[in-house]
């Protein structure tokens, strides 16, 4: 019955312990660094407020910072979704943060842990962290006019 007992532990308490570890550690080091915290009301946070100070949102199951920022910022949810420009680096913790197409972050990229990143807008700095997959669009290369020009003459009439 120990041994039950002990394997429960070790495969449903213990994740959930690490989990909770890892979200306080990212927690602290935002506001002992400063940062104001923003809280979803419930299990959701949506704003489109641009911050202009170093802020760190906090949300259960999703967030949206839909405003960009004019400061750093933190941002811990299960997912996530940014649009705006983003003027200063970007943190993230949680399961899923997707940057959608014509957001800007104009300097670095943190995963502290995420399973999966989708890129469709643009980092400018580095992205560096953890996670299982970046998902990273490569933007098709513009039409060069004067070769397909030279591609229509070099081919055969019909």
Same mark, same amino acid.
């Given at each position: 019955?120990? /041994?039950?007992? %002990? ?7 213990? =994740?959930? @312990? *690490? ?10 080091? /935002? ?12 299990? $959701?946070?949506?704003?489109? *407020?641009? =911050? ?8 259960? #199951? *999703? ?6 920022? #004019? ?10 979704? @940014? #649009? %705006? ?10 399961? &899923?943060?997707?940057? @959608? ?28 962290? &953890? ?11 513009? /039409?060069? =006019?004067? $070769?397909?020009?030279? &591609?229509?003459?070099?081919?055969? *009439?019909?």
């Amino acid at each position: 019955m120990a /041994a039950i007992v %002990g394997v429960v532990v070790l495969f449903t308490v213990w =994740p959930m @312990l *690490s989990a909770w570890s890892a979200v306080s550690t990212f927690e602290r080091t /935002a506001l002992d660094a400063g940062y104001t915290l923003v809280q979803g009301t419930g299990v $959701a946070l949506v704003t489109d *407020s641009t =911050p202009t100070t170093p802020t760190y949102f906090r949300a259960v #199951d *999703s967030a949206q910072v839909l405003g960009g920022a #004019d400061a750093d910022i933190a941002v811990s949810s299960a997912d996530a979704v @940014l #649009d %705006g420009i983003f003027r200063g680096n970007v943190a993230f913790l949680g399961k &899923e943060l997707t940057i @959608l197409p014509g957001a800007v972050i104009m300097g670095d990229l943190e995963i502290a842990a995420a399973k999966y990143v989708t890129v469709r807008g643009e980092v400018v700095g580095e992205i560096r962290g &953890e996670y299982r997959r970046l998902f990273r669009p490569q933007p098709t290369p513009p /039409a060069d =006019p004067a $070769a397909e020009e030279q &591609e229509t003459a070099n081919s055969p *009439s019909r």
